[in-house]
């Protein structure tokens, strides 16, 4: 199979705690994240963007941080304009962004290097945004067990 996310080739990270069982790699939490983003947990200055064709957009902090609490690693942010971040995880030497595809055809243009790290503290001091992370850690939770 096919993925458009990027790093997914070598999405081997390893789960570091049993919170979502059935959640094994990067690439089990994207297909049970596709299941469960939506305009509600996107950001909400991008909101009138979100569709379900472009399901990754405006999720990157929040995704990068839970899937930050199933693989480990760091989180780390590419400059983005107007002063925000676009966040992806490293794992190791296991470098990926769940939400890449959001970016299209600019998504190549993205740079994973020498960024600076981000931190949740800073991230969920927005209490929009720690609400949208519960809201999408509480749904993969749901859909986990249900499978």
Same mark, same amino acid.
């Given at each position: ?16 705690? =049993? ?15 596709? =299941?469960?983003?939506?305009?509600? %947990? @996107?950001?909400?200055? &991008? $909101? +009138?963007?979100? %569709?379900?064709?472009?399901? %990754?957009? +405006?999720? @990157?902090?929040?995704?990068?941080? &839970? ?9 780390? +942010? ?15 030497? @296991? @470098? ?34 720690? &609400?949208?992370?519960?809201? &999408? $850690? ?10």
């Amino acid at each position: 199979m096919h993925y458009n996310f990027y790093g997914w080739e070598n999405a081997n990270a390893k789960p570091i705690n =049993e919170l979502y069982p059935s959640i094994n790699s990067p690439i089990d939490l994207y297909n049970a994240l596709s =299941e469960i983003w939506c305009a509600e %947990t @996107c950001a909400p200055r &991008l $909101r +009138g963007d979100w %569709t379900k064709e472009n399901m %990754t957009k +405006g999720q @990157c902090s929040i995704t990068a941080f &839970l899937a930050q609490d199933i693989f480990g690693g760091k989180v780390y +942010g590419i400059p983005m304009e107007g002063g925000n971040f676009h966040c992806y995880n490293v794992v190791g030497d @296991c @470098c990926f962004d769940l939400t890449s595809e959001q970016f299209g055809e600019k998504a190549k243009d993205l740079v994973y290097e020498n960024n600076p790290e981000q931190f949740r503290e800073v991230h969920f001091a927005k209490e929009e945004k720690r &609400l949208r992370y519960e809201m &999408l $850690r509480i749904r993969l939770k749901e859909v986990c067990n249900g499978r």
